[in-house]
Antibody
Framework: QVTLKESGPGILQPSQTLSLTCSFS??????????VSWIRQPSGKGLEWLAT???????GYNPSLKNRLTISKDTSNNQAFLKITSVDTADTAIYYC????????????WGQGVMVTVSS | DIQMTQSPASLSASLGETVTIECRAS??????LAWYQQKPGKSPQLLIY???SLHTGVPSRFSGSGSGTQYSLKINSLQSEDVASYFC????????FGAGTKLELK
């Protein structure tokens, strides 16, 4: 059974760095062809892909946010991470992690999401 | 960047009706398209991938079609549990989502 669960700080102030953790089970990020991605959704709005990391440590970033994003993984502990630097109120959103394939990049399993609020 | 234009933004339909939602890509995405269902307060759930392949466990009343830049999701015999928002996603070049369609019961 594949499960993913996000965790984060809940609230942070503008200009701080947001650190998110995705803890997963039922698959391994050392398995060929497997990737984990981060996607966010501001309240009542659409979905925005942020970043992806794959089994062989290749990484992809949304070009519009690339300079602020860092994705990483801890394969032995079944976790993936995302850091977003210099946050502002526009980064307030629900953040999801999801599993996807390296070739067909659709997201077949999603976490429940974690709400992150940026406020002074 | 590939842009995804999804229509309609909202839709009201009756139980048992057939519903169609469309997505148009700004360039050819070679069937690199998925559809998701999102119920209020929940995470998105995969319905269709590769434009027309049904994800495991998804009811057969959902189907996807299209090619090139034009794709559609069809829901046959609408059920009450289908009330949700629906999003398309292209994954041919990076990943971008449509703005979503909110489906309500008439």
């Amino acid at each position: 059974q594949v499960t993913l669960k996000e965790s984060g700080p809940g609230i942070l102030q503008p200009s701080q760095t947001l650190s998110l953790t995705c803890s997963f089970s039922g698959f391994s990020l050392s398995t060929s062809g497997i990737c984990v991605s981060w996607i966010r959704q501001p309240s009542g709005k659409g979905l925005e892909w942020l970043a992806t990391i794959c089994w062989e440590d290749s990484k992809g970033y949304n070009p519009s946010l690339k300079n602020r994003l860092t994705i990483s993984k801890d394969t032995s502990n079944n976790q993936a991470f995302l850091k977003i630097t210099s946050v502002d109120t526009a980064d307030t959103a629900i953040y999801y992690c999801a599993r996807n394939g390296a070739i067909s990049h659709y997201f077949d399993y999603w976490g429940q999401g974690v709400m992150v609020t940026v406020s002074s | 960047d590939i842009q995804m234009t999804q229509s309609p933004a909202s839709l009201s339909a009756s139980l048992g009706e057939t519903v169609t939602i469309e997505c148009r890509a700004s360039e050819d995405i070679y069937n690199g398209l998925a559809w998701y269902q999102q119920k209020p307060g929940k995470s998105p759930q995969l319905l269709i991938y590769n434009a027309n392949s049904l994800h495991t466990g998804v009811p057969s009343r959902f189907s996807g079609s299209g090619s090139g830049t034009q794709y559609s999701l069809k829901i046959n015999s609408l059920q009450s549990e289908d009330v949700a928002s629906y999003f398309c996603q292209q994954y041919y070049d990076y990943d971008t989502f449509g703005a979503g369609t909110k489906l309500e019961l008439k």
